[in-house]
């Protein structure tokens, strides 16, 4: 069984069919272990708010994506135990603590972190932190 870290982009495509939906359903789907920091359901429920707020969404449809959400089997790790790797990563890439609490803990598994983030994945490339990240474009898809 591979193992990823995933962030609440590749959620958000899967759930909000936006680009590269298919290929987030496929590893939302794919049986493989997903890992996130416990950041990602507050930070899921979030994005569900905002597109509430804009229309985008209803309301009754915002429950029920975070009710579904919830049963994903996504293993969660404390960001009060990833915050310092994440803080010196963030000092070293300039990017958010919150896109480095992601980061640290795939460094940490030593795997993959997938996103949609292309601006975060893209600050990245030609560093150390490269071989973590990937886009989830990049998610075969089933035959």
Same mark, same amino acid.
């Not at 597109?51 to 969404?57: E, K, L, T, V, Y």
């Not at 009754?60 to 959400?69: G, L, N, T, Y």
């Given at each position: 069984?591979?193992?990823?870290?995933?962030?609440? #982009?590749?959620? @958000? %495509? $899967?759930? !909000?069919?936006?680009? +590269? #939906?298919?290929? @987030? %359903? $496929?590893? !939302?789907?794919?049986? +493989?272990?997903?890992? @996130?920091?416990?950041?990602?359901?507050?930070?899921?429920?979030?994005?569900?708010?905002?597109?509430?707020?804009?229309?985008?969404?209803?309301?009754?449809?915002?429950?029920?994506?975070?009710?579904?959400?919830?049963?994903?089997?996504?293993?969660?790790?404390?960001?009060?135990?990833?915050?310092?790797?994440?803080?010196?990563?963030?000092?070293?890439?300039?990017?958010?603590?919150?896109?480095?609490?992601?980061?640290?803990?795939?460094?940490?598994?030593?795997?993959?972190?997938?996103?949609?983030?292309?601006?975060?994945?893209?600050?990245?490339?030609?560093?150390?932190?490269?071989?973590?990240?990937?886009?989830?474009?990049?998610?075969?898809?089933?035959?």
């Amino acid at each position: 069984m591979r193992m990823w870290v995933i962030d609440c #982009s590749v959620v @958000a %495509a $899967a759930y !909000l069919n936006e680009p +590269d #939906s298919d290929r @987030a %359903a $496929a590893l !939302l789907g794919s049986g +493989d272990k997903l890992w @996130a920091p416990d950041l990602i359901t507050s930070e899921f429920g979030n994005v569900l708010w905002k597109r509430c707020s804009r229309g985008d969404i209803s309301q009754m449809e915002a429950v029920e994506m975070i009710a579904r959400f919830r049963r994903l089997r996504i293993y969660r790790a404390s960001g009060s135990e990833l915050v310092q790797e994440a803080l010196q990563l963030a000092l070293q890439t300039q990017r958010t603590v919150y896109d480095c609490l992601y980061l640290s803990l795939a460094v940490s598994m030593d795997t993959v972190l997938y996103t949609r983030d292309m601006r975060f994945y893209n600050s990245l490339q030609g560093g150390p932190m490269a071989r973590h990240v990937a886009p989830i474009s990049t998610f075969p898809l089933p035959d």
